[in-house]
């Protein structure tokens, strides 16, 4: 089951700050965060979901959010998870309104998204992503994107992250 959580500008962790501090809303995260296609990556995303049956999915934003996230820093899934857990801009970037200091996500959920959404959202992801990136000139890519990975691409991934 998937339900949407359209926050597309989250509350930016409120109670962490409560001495007057906040978050730049200049860091590169939260730049990015604005010109992302979170609307279009969560229509794909919940195609692969049933409307009413089954335990809730992980959010759109998240997931895409951490893949996004694997892609700038060139990393694996359970070091993009660290990341998210260690770094406030990062889980702002995901859509999180609250500073998280226990664990949100598995690294094991990543791989099992990766098997579970389909050539569509990957085609999609695999091309808007890093345009969005080029143009967005926050990052610069540390590995060169999937060139139609498809099928073989995301096999590829799977076999590596098994042996990492």
């Known amino acids: 089951m998937y339900r949407s959580d359209k926050s597309i500008n989250p509350l930016?962790?409120?109670k962490l700050f409560n001495l007057g501090v906040r978050l730049?809303?200049?860091?590169?995260w939260l730049k990015l965060a604005e010109v992302m296609p979170w609307d279009k990556?969560?229509?794909?995303?919940?195609?692969?979901?049933?409307l009413g049956q089954?335990?809730?999915a992980k959010d759109s934003r998240l997931i895409c959010g951490l893949l996004v996230v694997k892609l700038v820093k060139n990393m694996s899934?359970?070091?993009a998870v660290q990341e998210f857990m260690e770094n406030p801009y990062i889980q702002a970037f995901c859509g999180s309104e609250y500073f998280a200091v226990e664990d949100v996500i598995s690294s094991s959920v990543l791989s099992e998204r990766r098997k579970r959404l389909g050539e569509d959202?990957?085609?999609?992801f695999d091309s808007e992503v890093p345009r969005v990136l080029k143009d967005?000139?926050?990052f610069r890519l540390k590995s060169a994107p999937r060139e139609k990975a498809g099928f073989f691409g995301r096999?590829?991934?799977?076999?590596k992250n098994i042996f990492n």
């Open 155 to 159: 096999l590829l991934d799977t076999v």
């Open 77 to 79: 899934d359970d070091d």
């Open 41 to 50: 990556l969560d229509e794909i995303y919940s195609r692969y979901f049933s």
């Open 54 to 56: 089954g335990r809730p």
């Open 24 to 28: 730049d809303y200049g860091n590169r």
């Open 12 to 14: 930016l962790f409120p």
């Open 121 to 124: 959202f990957f085609n999609f």
């Open 136 to 138: 967005s000139k926050a």
